[in-house]
């Protein structure tokens, strides 16, 4: 779709996907942007190399290659940091609406369009469903958990949607913290009175890789532990 003097019409949705050393997983992640229901113009990806000293940069490069139609936009952050990597992506960002991925992570088909449609509700802002990517039912449980206490809480965490504007305006992540850098962000806007949705009728599927380093599910607690401190406000910038 163009505009009336011949340009490209900006996206809706603009996905921000921070990556460091994810040549792995990243082509799996921009498969799911391009494998969206809103129509190819109306979704771009931004993937921001954040560092990276393995190939993800040439997989940035090959998926694009064999994808066309996939609106990719790659920008260089060489300071690591993931949010810092996502304040840069964000700055390049075409659309109206951001929506932060993980290069680990896959969207839902339909998500995009659901967050088109929580916009328009008055939601400018909006937590998304998070689920374990895999068949292991532990995994599965975890994340499950995760979530039940997200809802019975009303905490606004992780992965996330926000009008670009907003995001903007509100001075983006605190580049500072190491963990829990959505959580604080979102509830900045909740003390600003931004009405912030929990958007569950679509999901993202993120890989549960940190919750397998150590035997007999150890890792699982130490994250969950390491989570909820950060969630009260303690450790943030402690190293993850």
Partial sequence: METEDGEPSPPRVSVVIPARNEEEWIAAALASVAAQTLPAC????VVVDNGSCDGTAA??????A???SLRLR????????VARARNRGARAAGGRLLLFL?????????????????AAMGYPAG??????DGDDRFDHGFFRLLEFGKVLFGIRAQMFYCERELFLRAGGFDE????????????????????????????????????HG??????AFATLGRWALAQAGIGRRWRY
Avoid: K, Q, Y
């Fill in 42 to 45: 109306a979704v771009e990806a």
């Fill in 59 to 64: 997989a940035v490069r090959a998926f694009g």
């Fill in 66 to 68: 064999a994808h066309p």
């Fill in 74 to 81: 790659v920008v260089s952050e060489p300071d690591p940091g």
């Fill in 102 to 118: 993980d290069a680990d992570s896959r969207m839902a088909p339909d998500l995009a369009e659901w967050v088109v449609r929580r």
């Fill in 127 to 132: 937590s998304v469903r998070i689920v374990a």
């Fill in 176 to 211: 500072e913290i190491r963990v829990a850098e959505d959580r604080e962000f979102l509830a900045r806007l909740i003390r600003d009175r931004t009405p912030v949705c929990h958007l569950t009728e679509s999901w993202i599927a993120t890989s549960p890789r940190r919750l």
């Fill in 214 to 219: 150590l035997p007999f599910h150890l890792s």
